[in-house]
């Protein structure tokens, strides 16, 4: 029986660079973008010589990718090795599948040999990204299409994925795959942690909030083995925002100690999987995350401008560099750009309580504003309501701009392209466009897609305005839910919700 799990892309609105240090927070959207795992077993039985083997096999296809990889698995180590040498590998789903099986080895109420029949049968993993995560330009122009959604939405779902050309280096490098920035390794990563651990029946995906075998709930224990294994593939701690999003959907994020993974640094040394992954799940996860979305008619749109995309990790180098070299003007820069954060963060839920205290009135203004650039906005503040959600939502356009200019003065003191000049020029003309609330890079910057945030039916005007500048509108919409299980291969199932869709409480 296949079990297939998904797991949401992300967009970090506010706390790019920030995130990285406690108690920096960020805002971070869950999308409609998905990762699927397929995890099924490779043989439907095992044959009885096959008892005593140490060894079995684990096959890892990524049909986007035209890639298959063989492993064999010890069942005594519980370490992976790749069969051919020629194999493409894949750090963020091995170390995935080692630390799963780690966790379920440490199971002890389950059954060690049903447990023992699954490993024999053999593991069949495969990979699937929606087309939202990678960038398909090249096919859409090759193919006389204009750079438009509806383009998009004619491509086959999960089509093949275009590589980049591998002839640029320094921190504006490129990533090898053409990709949206939308944290497709956290979400592959958390896909494929939560199939293997429903597969293997370490925790239940159909009720993940309950308590489970290790006297926290399902979905912390999928967080938790997806963080290591996200971590360990990386070679780095990062702040963990994308793979608690994949987890757990849209989000306020405060970053976790960097201590509490310790002990996977060291599990090269030879310390036995389970026991590393033991001592994880019993350590002092101290992330903070409390719910958050967008106020009601508001909606999140993304726009690829056709560079290919940045390379994140060497532009967070850059930027840690220059804090170590200018310390002071570092922290005057951070303090500033945490307050205007915060400021953006407070018109935003201030607006959400309006939208719920005052329904009608903010209907009103939303739809009123929609169709209207922000300076005229104020022509509708003829009551002491309507100018209260006018006041907030200029207000949240003015911290916004703030954020944009401390993180362009961070790239150019570190010598980064947080926000190029050419998407500060796309930025602003968006920020000028009707009914559009924000707009900005989200994460790390660079040359991804940008995000805005528009107001009720304005959006359809933006996509063409974008397509007009040569910027193609993705599919991408925020989609507050996080890890799902799903009903079936989203490939002849058709793209749908999971069947069990959790999102923070």
């Not at 698995?73 to 590998?89: C, H």
């Not at 199939?195 to 967080?223: I, M, N, Q, R, T």
């Not at 925020?478 to 999971?498: F, M, Q």
Request: glycine share 8%.
């Amino acid at each position: 029986m296949a079990v297939v799990a998904s797991a949401p892309g992300k967009v970090l609105m506010t706390g790019g660079y920030l995130i990285l240090e406690k108690p920096n927070a960020g805002l971070v959207l869950s999308t409609n973008a998905r990762f699927y795992a397929i995890v099924k077993p490779i043989n439907e039985e095992v044959k009885p010589e096959s008892w005593a083997w140490q060894w079995t096999d684990v096959k890892l296809t990524s049909p986007q990718l035209s890639r298959e990889s063989m492993y064999k698995l010890s069942l005594k180590q519980l370490t992976l090795q790749s069969v051919s040498a020629r194999d493409s590998r894949n750090p963020f789903v091995e170390h995935a599948i080692q630390y799963a099986i780690a966790a379920a080895h440490l199971a002890t109420d389950m059954d060690k040999e049903a447990l023992h029949k699954l490993f024999l049968q053999g593991l069949d993993i495969t990979i699937l990204g929606s087309n939202d995560f990678y960038s398909y330009r090249n096919q859409i122009e090759s193919l006389g299409l204009p750079l438009t959604p509806e383009s998009l939405g004619t491509l086959a779902p999960f089509a093949s994925i275009t590589f980049n050309a591998a002839d640029s280096n320094g921190a504006n490098s490129k990533p090898e795959v053409a990709k949206t920035g939308l944290g497709s390794s956290a979400a592959m990563t958390t896909a494929v942690v939560a199939a293997l651990l429903h597969y293997l029946g370490v925790v239940d995906l159909c009720d993940p909030c309950k308590e489970g075998k290790f006297g926290c709930s399902d979905l912390d224990v999928v967080h938790m083995i997806s963080q290591t294994s996200h971590c360990l593939a990386q070679g780095k701690v990062g702040s963990g925002f994308d793979v608690s999003c994949a987890v757990y959907g849209s989000q306020r994020y405060v970053r976790f100690s960097p201590e509490v993974l310790s002990f996977s640094q060291v599990a090269v040394t030879g310390l036995p999987l389970y026991e590393v992954i033991g001592k994880i799940l019993k350590g002092t996860w101290d992330h903070e995350r409390t719910e958050f979305s967008l106020p009601p008619l508001m909606n999140l749109f993304l726009g690829e401008p056709g560079s290919g995309g940045s390379s994140t990790p060497s532009m967070v180098g850059a930027v840690k560099k220059w804090q170590m070299s200018d310390p002071e003007k570092a922290r005057e820069n951070w303090q500033k750009l945490s307050e205007a954060n915060l400021e953006l963060e407070t018109k935003l839920n201030i607006l959400n309580k309006l939208a719920k205290d005052h329904w009608d009135v903010y209907l009103g203004v939303i739809k009123s504003c929609s169709v209207l650039t922000s300076e005229k906005w104020v022509l509708h503040a003829t009551e002491p309501i309507n100018e209260a959600i006018i006041k907030e939502l200029l207000g949240a356009r003015e911290a916004m701009s703030g954020i944009r200019i401390l993180m362009r003065q961070m790239g150019e003191a570190a010598s980064v392209p947080i926000e190029p000049e050419s998407q500060t020029q796309l930025l602003d003309s968006t920020m000028n466009a009707e009914g559009v609330l924000l707009a900005g890079v989200p994460g790390a910057g660079g040359f991804d897609a940008i995000f805005a945030i528009t107001l009720g039916d304005s959006g359809s005007k933006l996509t063409q305005a974008w397509s007009s500048q040569n910027v193609l509108a993705l599919l991408v919409r925020e989609d507050p839910h996080g890890v799902c299980l799903e009903s079936g291969d989203p490939r002849t199932t058709g793209i749908t919700s999971g069947v069990s869709s959790v999102h923070l409480e």
